[in-house]
């Protein structure tokens, strides 16, 4: 047969291959395999067996060849078909020995010199070291090593920047703390055409910088633009993937409202968006949209298999966390701590496991070991509110009055935004601080402030009527003492309390004892 007949057959095999024809490919690329004996035609013939799902016979057609030995990618599509077959221990086997420190520089086993991962392929091609870089990592997790998981993922990225699968696998799972992430991106070597790229994965990690670094990242990548075949400037300022991390930010930010808008536009462009549709379900949850949570269930039950999140990916931290949430919601302390252990240690560099075992800790008033999780939580996350507003509530119960009211201060300084109803409770708990130290004038200044950001709460009438109280001001603490029962008839200490201001009003002029509390 002719060369180019043969040329012919081969551009069947990859029509085939386009149009998912795998069966049809099989058949074309064994022939032009047996007719050349070729490595390219052989390699072909192993892709249209891995495309169509015959993993064992493409590792055996890989395997049997001599060129699986020095060629990497016959060794990377051979380590792939193991990959499929879940056999780890082979699949590392195949892709051979190396070794790869904390800051993902690979090294060879045999004299220990560093790997140097060069680009040598295609402009716009990923370095294939990068690839097998990843599927070590790959490997690595299924086994349970999530150290060498989190190495060889910074070595795939760091060998190819756009091996951005490296990259999600880091973030995802919270393998890196805040500052690992950021430190990871700076060391990226990106062309100058990939400027978008860098600013983009910026965007993605971990947002615990101030409010004003994060927007003008969002800022900055808004602004990149090109041109497609010299028509008009175009941009990313609308891609969904981009708006879903603006989204889980504003979620972040404790911004539900905007948080619930955003991701309502999107999931209408995008219904099957994953990361928006989780943010949409969180921020649908914190504003008690029921109707809207019941809708989505019954989509999610009627487009995805029913199962349990955990089984179908392990390290997925909503699922973990929830869990746990859900047997703290019943005093299930054990089975919640069991669960958010876990979630620790699948996800080192994410604080939230770490902040709710702390809050369970202190749940069953054990104050002392909720104090050392807080602080670990804080490590990791140094920039988050709520781990000072705990840190604060523990002081308050150990009562270290002074310590509480400099972590409820510190709570207040690190919220991004404007101060909503959702912080209502910290400045409550402020003002609380401030009267168990009798100061009295701050103390009604934050009670008064608390009313500005909701007038529901009955702690927050209650504390300031007991203030007023005793500063003597009977009037004042009849009239709060009043609107607290407004909003529970049956409290009992607002009752005891009002009886007393109206007997101390009786006996105005005489000095009033006040029990402190």
């Keep these: 047969m002719r060369e180019e007949e043969i040329e012919k057959i081969r551009g069947v095999v990859r029509d085939c291959v386009s149009k998912h024809l795998y069966s049809s490919a099989i058949f074309f690329a064994d022939k032009v395999a047996a007719l050349t004996n070729d490595p390219a035609d052989i390699y072909m013939q192993a892709q249209a067996l891995f495309l ?35 056999e780890w221990d082979q699949c590392l086997l195949m892709l051979g020995d190396a070794k790869v420190d904390e800051d993902g520089i690979v090294y060879d086993a045999k004299d220990g010199n560093v790997i140097d991962f060069d680009k040598h392929a295609e402009d716009r091609e990923i370095n294939i070291s990068s690839a097998i870089c990843f599927l070590r990592g790959k490997a690595y997790g299924a086994l349970q090593n999530r150290s060498q998981a989190r190495q060889w993922y910074k070595a795939a990225i760091k060998a190819d920047p756009l091996c951005y699968e490296a990259l999600e696998c880091l973030i995802e799972s919270h393998m890196l703390t805040s500052e690992e992430e950021s430190s990871l991106l700076s060391s990226l070597q990106s062309s100058p055409e990939d400027g978008w790229l860098s600013s983009f994965y910026s965007c993605l990690i971990k947002k615990y910088d101030k409010q004003s670094t994060i927007d003008a990242k969002f800022k900055k990548l808004e602004n990149e633009s090109g041109s497609v075949s010299g028509s008009s400037m175009i941009t990313l300022a609308n891609n969904t993937d981009l708006l879903a991390c603006k989204a889980e930010y504003y979620h972040q930010c404790c911004e539900y409202q905007k948080c619930f808008e955003l991701t309502s536009a999107l999931l209408e462009k995008d219904p099957f968006h994953l990361k928006c549709t989780l943010v949409h379900l969180a921020a649908a949850m914190e504003l008690g949209n029921s109707n809207e949570l019941y809708l989505m269930a019954c989509n999610l039950v009627k ?11 392990g390290s997925f931290s909503p699922a973990w966390i929830g869990y746990g949430n859900s047997f703290a919601a019943q005093e299930e302390a054990d089975q919640a701590m069991s669960a958010y252990r876990t979630a620790a240690r699948l996800l080192p560099g994410c604080h939230l496991p770490t902040l709710y075992i702390g809050m369970e800790y202190m749940r069953t008033h054990s104050y002392k070991l909720a104090d050392q999780f807080f602080m670990q939580a804080k490590a990791i996350c140094p920039s988050d509110p709520l781990v000072y507003n705990e840190l604060g509530v523990v002081a308050y119960h150990m009562k270290e009055y002074g310590e509480a009211v400099r972590w409820f201060e510190l709570t207040l300084s690190h ?15 402020l003002a609380h601080a401030y009267r168990k130290q009798r100061k009295d004038l701050e103390a009604i200044s934050y009670y008064e402030k608390a009313l500005t950001l909701s007038t529901k709460s009955l702690s927050t009438y209650s504390g300031l009527a007991y203030t007023y109280h005793l500063q003597g001001k009977f009037s004042a603490a009849i009239s709060y003492y009043h609107k607290a029962l407004w909003l529970k008839p049956d409290d009992q200490f607002c009752t005891e309390m009002l009886n007393v201001a109206l007997m101390d009003e009786c006996h105005t002029g005489v000095d009033a004892k006040v029990e402190l509390c």
């Design 52 to 86: 169509g799902r015959h993993y064992r016979r493409a590792f055996h057609l890989l395997n049997a060849s001599k060129i699986v030995l020095r060629d990497l990618r016959f060794v990377y599509l051979a380590a792939k078909c193991l990959e499929e077959l879940k």
């Design 415 to 429: 919220i991004p935004s404007a101060l909503t109803e959702t912080w209502e409770p910290t400045v409550v708990n």
């Design 303 to 313: 487009d995805y298999p029913l199962n349990k999140a955990t089984s179908i990916d």
